[in-house]
């Protein structure tokens, strides 16, 4: 008996191994197909993004314009920090949102966009209000900002563009996260969480590596003009002279990544104007060069769109703000 009972209970431990590896197995396989899944749904939200990529990479770079030399690095690894920062609030509330208001992802999108476009039109109005102004009076902001101005307090100049840098990302980051989001919708919750967190890294990452080669270029020049190679000192030369023209461009194509991408939110949350968009775009294909204007049109579209939010915005905040100043004055009185 005590020998028949033995095997029977050998029999059981292999039968229970048995499973045991079977689930381990299938488990493992299972795990597989899971992580072939996020792989998948990673590079597609990837793809999604990239536009918006382009958009926050030009809008950040132009962020530090102005910041001396030895500091710009310093700023750029304090806003990515900020951005790392967005994103943790940001990828938690987008889940909490999606899971208990759906609906209301959608319009707090629109409200981020046409922030975008205000801070877009804000720029342009000081720009073509002060900067006569400012030419007149003999100042050159691009020598305040670099700090060769003694009353300038660079330790709260640095603070302001780093707070600037942030929130507009706080932006961007939340399109990306949205964009990112309507991708695995469907998707188990521990994937979601796995494709969120790793294209929030992933474009953290990407940004702010870039915009640190950016702003540095000017410095990988001068140490190639030093080099013993009349080619490589040609090429540093060439980048030395190159990198104001690119970090001008980069400020000017931030301004208008502003419009583009709030423009682009504002549309979406429109239906009908997004399909009116999307046609003319399709339209566009029989005119010259078609291909091209399928591109650029709805692009141009959501510019203008940007534009006019942004100006409507403005002209909102600095009417509340004189009705501000007014009843001041009043109360003072």
Known sequence: MAGASLLTLLDDIATILDDVALMTKVA?????????????????????????????????????????????????????????????ILVPLALLISALAPWAVTPLLMVGGAFLCFEGCEKLAHHFMHGATDEADGHDNTAILAGSEPTTDMAAFERDKVKGAVRT??????????????????????????????????????????????????????????????????????????????????????????????GGILAHGVPWLHHHIEAAGTAALQWPVGALWQVLLPNVLNAVLGVLAGAVVLVVVLWGQRLRSTDHRGTKA
């Open 28 to 88: 493992a396989k299972k795990s597989v197909a899971m992580a072939d899944d996020v792989s998948v749904m990673t590079k597609v939200a990837a793809q999604k993004t990239a536009g918006v990529l382009g958009d926050d990479l030009a809008l950040n770079a132009q962020q530090v314009a102005g910041v001396r030399a030895e500091r710009e690095i310093p700023v750029v690894w304090a806003v990515a920090k900020g951005s790392l920062l967005n994103k943790a």
């Open 169 to 262: 990302d706080f932006i961007l980051s939340a399109e990306i996260i949205a964009i990112t989001l309507g991708t695995v919708a469907a998707a188990p919750f521990i994937q979601q969480v796995t494709v969120l967190s790793g294209i929030a890294v992933l474009m953290t990452v990407g940004v702010y590596g870039l915009v640190a080669g950016i702003v540095k270029l000017d410095d990988l020049g001068l140490w190639l003009t030093r080099q013993s190679s009349t080619l490589v000192q040609g090429l540093g030369r060439g980048i030395v002279g190159a990198a104001p023209w690119l970090m001008k461009g980069l400020s000017v194509a931030g301004t208008a990544a502003m419009f583009l991408v709030g």
